[in-house]
């Protein structure tokens, strides 16, 4: 059980630098609070009081807050409103989810009518609502209301509740009897304050059963993390195997990165790194068909497309734009082209592109010619030079 203490609110009213005495709104919903105490000495300029989800049974100890404008209550043990009388402030409350019964309606609303500034009220969820006219109900109890359940009290609703008062009333009593006449145990489930209460009295029990057990030594783990499991193995440098397997590849730095292997007689890779980082915090180490860099703890592994010599290879960043670039000798050079061949192959390399510059020219002129059908060209007329008149 959480009981309201000085210490509890203080902390609560960080917004107004836990200064109490000028505090207009505080937040205690979820701490399991039982019983409403303090605040109406604490705080007595409040003006909105939030205490949903708790364990709180009954409305009491709120006389004092003659400012409070908004109580909210949902989500509690209340089983009956009660002592909210001298609240002359009181515009909405909120008693969603409570345990408000068919036999407390009556009196709650006597309870609520010196709220005379009372226009907002909440009750759905209590077994109030099971009444089917409950709501012309309250109504006629509570003619100050604006608004149920978050629907607006209209004009035909107030006539109607004020002309069927009488009637309204005889069905609730006869509804209060017959509810009393039933069965209590032939509910399946019990649903009641005082269950709610247990329940959570064991929940808290057990939660502090495993922080007793964790202070006492017992120190708690939660369950590994596939995911996590994964990266951290992923973060680990590789090393070579000696059974000739290739370690997965990775890109931990999201790093863009190129390999060039025209060369014949090398293979260069290019990973662009970031121009300012500092060398010291990038480690190649190249392997015959892979290679290694962390750079900045993070991992890049990548497969070569041929076996390399990496006792031969060199590393350089660039000055411009500080990429790395690895430059790996190829375990097997490839054989140099007789300079005949490499002449015939640049011979008709340049003709196949005089060739391909050809037909892209005549194809663009068929398409000037589809385009305009109508253009055709046509001889120019010869004149005579004495037909045209002197100029003065």
Known sequence: MVRITEELVRRRAEHNDGV??????????????????????????????????????????????????????????????????????????????????????????????????????????????????????????????????????????RIR??????????????????????????????????????????MAASRDAKHAGRQDGGEFRPPPDPIKAAQQKLSIPEKDRGDGTLPTQRNQGRWSFRIDDDDRAHVTVVVDVPRYLDTSQIDVDPHPLWIQAVIKGKIILLHLPVEVRPDRAVVQRVTTTGALVIKLPRATPLANRPAAQQRQERQHASTGKAVRFDRIVARRREADDDDHPLLVERPVRDFDENEVPPLE
């Open 20 to 157: 109490l005495h000028s505090l207009r709104e505080v937040t205690l919903h979820q701490f399991e609070i039982e019983r409403i105490e303090l605040l109406g000495t604490l705080c007595r300029h409040l003006q909105i009081l939030y205490l949903q989800n708790n364990l709180i049974g009954r409305i009491e100890n709120l006389h004092r807050l003659k400012e409070l404008e908004y109580l909210n209550l949902a989500v509690n043990n209340v089983r009956v409103i009660e002592n909210l009388d001298r609240c002359e402030n009181l515009r909405k409350l909120d008693l969603t989810l409570n345990f408000v019964g068919l036999d407390a309606l009556g009196p709650s609303c006597a309870n609520l009518a010196p709220c005379t500034n009372l226009r907002e009220l909440y009750l759905m969820g209590n077994p109030c609502t099971s009444f089917p006219q409950w709501r012309l109900y309250v109504i006629g109890r509570l003619p100050q209301l604006e608004s149920l359940d978050g629907a607006d009290v209209t004009k035909s609703e």
């Open 161 to 202: 509740a004020r002309q069927q008062y009488d009637a309204l009333q005889a069905a609730l009593d006869d509804a209060i009897a017959a509810e009393a006449a039933s069965n209590p145990g032939a509910s399946l489930t019990q649903h009641t304050p005082d269950a709610r209460t247990e329940m959570y009295r064991e």
